[in-house]
């Protein structure tokens, strides 16, 4: 009776993170004024039907807001910040929610990119890995579309990826899948340990997701089956050496109400909802979350306060966020590290990797100096160096890097 009780008020917990997303308010005017933050809504097309059309609440290609900073000078280069929404919201959800006025202060370009309620993640759909196709939309198509129309500082310390809730669970993930390029992480409540409670996460995803009224009937259909590997493969909690050379912000309420939250207009039924999906679900995970990231070594900054999930808390997370520091020094190349993925195809440090196959288990791969291992696959893999240097190999494989001038 004790655990089905625990099950319900997950269940319940899950199901009011997906509302209290919701936007509480309209986004403040935007002033007419040159040298204010501009906020404009581009489309970025997915690629190979990466993400059809039911998966969007809106007509047309997925959009992304993009907030240029005061003053901006398109002949200036700026750091980015990739800003990641959280479940039952979209890319408009920072502008709508009124959160977007905390960042006008930020000098640097802001993309808040679209994840539906995709958990930014490829979905298993029962191993066919098909379609939404979230990680290798953010990654393939919304970073190179903004690399490639807006003036970004090359270099890995001023990139950063920040997210709330879902979008906390999509920032360190993402982060830990292109770690050559991120320098910086924050998760602000993030949905960070799918390994809490498994049996309820893994199915709750799909339902949160609304899989079943979208014509997927898969089973789990989003990272798969419970502890299997796939879903390993996409818990951050088991991932955290992916991060050992990013700096990471973790903050999270603790579900009892702060004045923000106390105050904000609205029922006392919705602060009892926030302060109940913090409380049960996004605090504990944060909790042990935090205790996986300093057992690897991770340099991670974790503050837990007063507060639920909910817009005031929010905006006071974003506040400890950019006074932590999004853009500061970092190791600016690495030849020594270690990465573990079940992606079929990626860019890790100068190393690029592409399975014939999709892999059939977590693949580990570890760099030290010119050597390159990779652990069994059930896959062929072929590695290149800074886009060169083609190497085929069978898995599991120790290689030999090749240098700079290889033929």
Same mark, same amino acid.
């Given at each position: 009776?004790?655990?089905?009780?625990?099950?319900?008020?997950?269940?319940?917990?899950?199901?009011?993170?997906?509302?209290?997303?919701?936007?509480?308010?309209?986004?403040?005017?935007?002033?007419?004024?040159?040298?204010?933050?501009?906020?404009?809504?581009?489309?970025?097309?997915?690629?190979?039907?990466?993400?059809?059309?039911?998966?969007?609440?809106?007509?047309?290609?997925?959009?992304?807001?993009?907030?240029?900073?005061?003053?901006?000078?398109?002949?200036?280069?700026?750091?980015?910040?990739?800003?990641?929404?959280?479940?039952?919201?979209?890319?408009?959800?920072?502008?709508?929610?009124? #959160?977007?006025?905390?960042? @006008?202060?930020?000098? =640097?370009? *802001?993309? &808040?990119?679209?994840? +539906?309620?995709?958990?930014?993640?490829?979905?298993?759909?029962?191993?066919?890995?098909?379609?939404?196709?979230?990680?290798?939309?953010?990654?393939?198509?919304?970073?190179?579309?903004?690399?490639?129309?807006?003036?970004? #500082?090359?270099?890995?310390? @001023?990139?950063?990826? =920040?997210? *709330?809730? &879902?979008?906390?669970? +999509?920032?360190?993930?993402?982060?830990?899948?292109?770690?050559?390029?991120?320098?910086?992480?924050?998760?602000?409540?993030?949905?960070?340990?799918?390994?809490?409670?498994?049996?309820?996460?893994?199915?709750?995803?799909? #339902?949160?997701?609304?899989?079943?009224?979208?014509?997927?009937?898969?089973?789990?259909?989003?990272? +798969?089956?419970?502890?299997?590997?796939?879903?390993?493969?996409?818990?951050?909690?088991?991932?955290?050496?992916?991060?050992?050379?990013?700096?990471?912000?973790?903050?999270?309420?603790?579900?009892?109400?702060?004045?923000?939250?106390?105050?904000?207009?609205?029922?006392?039924?919705?602060?009892?909802?926030?302060?109940?999906?913090?409380?049960?679900?996004?605090?504990?995970?944060?909790?042990?979350?935090?205790?996986?990231?300093?057992?690897?070594?991770?340099?991670?900054?974790?503050?837990?306060?007063?507060?639920?999930?909910?817009?005031?808390?929010?905006?006071?997370?974003?506040?400890?966020?950019?006074?932590?520091?999004?853009?500061?020094?970092?190791?600016?190349?690495?030849?020594?590290?270690?990465?573990?993925?079940?992606?079929?195809?990626?860019?890790?440090?100068?190393?690029?990797?592409?399975?014939?196959?999709?892999?059939?288990?977590?693949?580990?791969?570890?760099?030290?100096?010119?050597?390159?291992?990779?652990?069994?696959?059930?896959?062929?893999?072929?590695?290149?160096?800074?886009?060169?240097?083609?190497?085929?190999?069978?898995?599991?494989?120790?290689?030999?890097?090749?240098?700079?001038?290889?033929?």
């Amino acid at each position: 009776m004790r655990r089905n009780a625990w099950k319900i008020a997950v269940g319940l917990a899950l199901t009011a993170i997906s509302t209290c997303l919701a936007p509480g308010a309209t986004a403040p005017a935007e002033s007419s004024s040159p040298a204010a933050p501009q906020l404009t809504t581009i489309t970025i097309p997915g690629s190979a039907g990466e993400i059809p059309a039911k998966w969007l609440g809106y007509p047309g290609p997925p959009r992304a807001n993009v907030l240029l900073p005061a003053g901006y000078n398109p002949d200036r280069r700026y750091p980015l910040l990739v800003l990641l929404h959280g479940l039952n919201s979209n890319y408009d959800w920072v502008a709508q929610s009124g #959160l977007i006025k905390d960042l @006008y202060g930020l000098d =640097a370009i *802001v993309v &808040m990119p679209e994840g +539906g309620s995709g958990w930014y993640t490829d979905w298993w759909n029962g191993s066919a890995r098909g379609t939404p196709a979230w990680e290798s939309y953010e990654l393939n198509d919304v970073i190179p579309t903004i690399l490639t129309h807006y003036p970004i #500082l090359p270099q890995r310390r @001023y990139h950063a990826i =920040a997210g *709330v809730s &879902m979008g906390g669970l +999509g920032a360190v993930y993402l982060a830990g899948r292109l770690p050559g390029f991120f320098g910086s992480v924050a998760s602000l409540s993030g949905f960070v340990d799918l390994g809490y409670f498994p049996a309820l996460v893994a199915p709750g995803m799909g #339902l949160t997701a609304l899989a079943p009224f979208k014509g997927n009937d898969n089973i789990n259909p989003v990272d +798969g089956p419970p502890n299997g590997f796939y879903f390993n493969g996409h818990n951050p909690a088991l991932l955290t050496e992916n991060l050992k050379q990013t700096r990471v912000f973790e903050s999270t309420g603790t579900g009892v109400p702060s004045s923000a939250g106390l105050s904000q207009k609205g029922s006392l039924a919705q602060v009892l909802e926030g302060s109940l999906a913090e409380s049960l679900v996004i605090f504990p995970m944060n909790q042990l979350y935090h205790a996986a990231l300093d057992a690897a070594g991770v340099d991670v900054t974790y503050q837990s306060h007063p507060g639920g999930h909910d817009i005031p808390d929010f905006s006071n997370e974003f506040a400890a966020m950019l006074s932590w520091g999004l853009f500061q020094p970092v190791v600016g190349a690495s030849e020594a590290w270690g990465n573990k993925t079940v992606a079929t195809s990626g860019q890790l440090w100068s190393v690029g990797y592409h399975f014939d196959r999709p892999p059939d288990d977590v693949v580990e791969f570890r760099q030290s100096g010119s050597t390159l291992s990779v652990s069994a696959t059930g896959s062929p893999v072929t590695i290149t160096v800074n886009g060169h240097c083609p190497i085929r190999t069978n898995t599991p494989a120790t290689i030999t890097i090749p240098g700079p001038h290889c033929t």
